[in-house]
């Protein structure tokens, strides 16, 4: 159901690879909720994924851009500047990589040039958005920034190894940044802790079963799926949420308020007494 939310604003949305992104089902809800919109991600990514098909469900033109390159971001937000006719409303940061995941190394085993390429892909990416967007003064008073983190910026999650640094790092960025740009021209800037999310990234994560069965049985609202999260980035972006910036905001069905569960200590309880 669209309540034309974002009737008349425009924006950057970036990280859709497929229908299992949140990035993509943003672009859905900010389409259906009357916004205008770039879509953007790496060369390497877009060859991988899907985005042509969303470019054209959602009438919505892709820069490619890689987030790490100041020069590309600033080809990124001077084009969709140029292409949407004004400055900006809104932008999701949907990014995050760590190639210490990928090749499964451990976190007493990290390859430390992997650990800065992960901090400067889901983290720095994020400093460097919002230098370029200051820099060009592409954004329109109380416009909306939003990047997607994770509980592990706060609580430990083993196989999430140095993602969990990249996404504490995000969330200090979003407050920091957060302060100037609301000092200079009311933006809002804030982080969603989203829960586990079978996306292609998150199911990539040693042990993400296990994560997400967790997260299931200890959160009483349940995992919020990817639906969800798109729906509570629009609220953000909309202007229902003026005065809401540099927080991280929990989006997880009550896991993160949780000590233990019900659900839990009956699965922990059965399991020990099959132990005995």
């Known amino acids: 159901m669209s309540n034309n939310l974002l009737a008349g604003k425009v924006g950057i949305i970036s990280g859709a690879l497929d229908e299992k992104s949140i990035a993509w089902k943003v672009a859905q809800r900010a389409y259906a909720q009357g916004a205008r919109f770039v879509l953007t991600n790496a060369p390497l ?20 851009a890689d987030a790490t390159s100041v020069e590309e971001l600033e080809a990124l937000f001077s084009g969709a500047t140029a292409h949407l006719g004004g400055k900006l409303d809104f932008v999701l940061h949907s990014i995050g990589m760590s190639p210490n995941i990928r090749k499964k190394r451990d976190y007493g085993n990290l390859d430390y040039k992997f650990f800065q390429q992960t901090l400067d892909v889901s983290a720095l990416s994020f400093h460097k958005m919002m230098h370029v967007a200051e820099k060009q003064d592409a954004l329109n008073e109380y416009a909306s920034i939003v990047a997607l983190s994770y509980i592990a910026a706060q609580r ?17 960025i979003a407050r920091n940044y957060g302060y100037r740009l609301g000092m200079q021209k009311k933006v809002r800037v804030n982080t969603i802790s989203q829960s586990p999310t079978k996306t292609t990234a998150g199911t990539g994560v040693g042990g993400f079963d296990a994560f997400y069965d967790y997260a299931e049985k200890m959160s009483p609202l349940g995992n919020a799926p990817a639906e969800a999260c798109a729906d509570y980035c629009i609220s953000l972006f909309s202007d229902l949420t003026r005065y809401v910036t540099m927080q991280n905001l929990m ?3 009550g896991f993160s308020s949780m000590g ?6 009956n699965v922990l309880t059965e399991a020990a007494g099959a132990g005995a």
């Open 45 to 64: 990514a877009m060859r991988m994924g899907e985005i042509k098909r969303l470019s054209e469900e959602c009438n919505a033109p892709i820069i490619p």
């Open 156 to 172: 430990v999650f083993p196989d999430y190894t140095d993602m969990s640094q990249a996404k504490a790092m995000l969330e200090s």
């Open 251 to 253: 989006h997880d069905g």
């Open 260 to 265: 233990v569960s019900e659900h839990m200590m």
